[in-house]
């Protein structure tokens, strides 16, 4: 597994609040505050992802995050193209020095797992898995789930960065249920500390609510609502909620979670096939 650090300033994502008082300048920062964005970035590995404009896309994606608030963590699914991972972090990494690429054992004709972080803050990987059981397009990949460390405030977290069986035309939620029971079973269970929160964050294919409840049941995790108008993460005919970030927390109080799908473009298409979700955690 491969963890890098850049060059450059190290900014703080925290909002800065600035109090002018008679004697000068008092500077405090919010504390206490994690945020975290998730998405599906659709960069394939050629030659089908030649036909996707992924440089063009690529490009647009490191634009539009540095013009965004900022984030703590970033996580990336479906970003399969070692070029493409690359340039992006060759333009992110001055906001974004630590990265843990998607370094996964493949064999020929099989591409790694397409989950790949970027953080402000030193981030580390724990356990990984890929599952056992992908069907059609997915078999071409190492699809599983990686579980992450990271210390935010003193506060430390496990986040799982994962993306489940896709449908076509097909519905695989038998092997969904098989893949997130994967999770629970060799990721959750033996990693599970009360003391520590667990943040899961995908794309999860998932879009049916009996499903969902399904799924948060077995592994124990609990989901929000969104804020704002866009209740979709999917972007095209079928406009679904694909995309989530959930959190197990049995000590910690958070004195708020928000979730939000966020339009970040005027041409959402030229970023991905996906919105991405974000997610801030604050807690006293």
């Known amino acids: ?105 493949t064999c020929i004709g099989k591409s790694n797992s397409g989950l790949w972080v970027i953080s402000k803050s030193p981030i580390n990987i724990l356990d990984e898995i890929s599952f056992s059981n992908q069907k059609n397009w997915d078999a071409l990949s190492s699809k599983g789930a990686k579980l992450y460390s990271v210390v935010q405030d003193e506060q430390k977290f496990h986040i799982i960065n994962t993306h489940l069986q896709a449908d076509y035309k097909i519905k695989y939620n038998k092997i969904r249920t098989q893949q997130y029971t994967e999770i629970y079973e060799k990721l959750i269970l033996p990693n599970d500390k009360s003391e520590i929160p667990l943040i899961l964050c995908g794309d999860l294919n998932i879009s049916i609510p009996v499903q969902l409840r399904k799924m948060l049941e077995k592994l124990k995790l609990d989901n929000g609502p969104l804020l704002g108008k866009l209740q979709f993460s999917s972007i095209g005919e079928d406009l679904e909620l694909l995309d989530y970030i959930l959190v197990k927390s049995d000590n910690l109080q958070f004195e708020s979670i928000e979730r939000k799908i966020l339009d970040i473009s005027k041409n959402p298409k030229s970023l991905s096939d996906h919105y991405p979700i974000q997610g801030i955690f604050k807690w006293k």
């Open 1 to 105: 597994m491969y963890i890098s650090q850049g060059k450059g300033t190290l900014t703080h994502p925290k909002s800065i609040i600035i109090s002018i008082m008679l004697m000068g300048f008092v500077f405090s920062a919010e504390e206490n505050n994690l945020t975290i964005l998730s998405w599906n970035i659709k960069m394939l590995n050629g030659p089908y992802g030649w036909l996707h404009n992924r440089t063009e896309r690529a490009d647009n994606i490191i634009q539009s995050l540095k013009s965004s608030a900022g984030y703590d963590i970033i996580l990336f699914q479906e970003a399969f193209s070692g070029d493409m991972r690359r340039l992006m972090y060759e333009g992110l990494k001055t906001l974004y020095p630590y990265q843990i690429i998607p370094d996964d054992k």
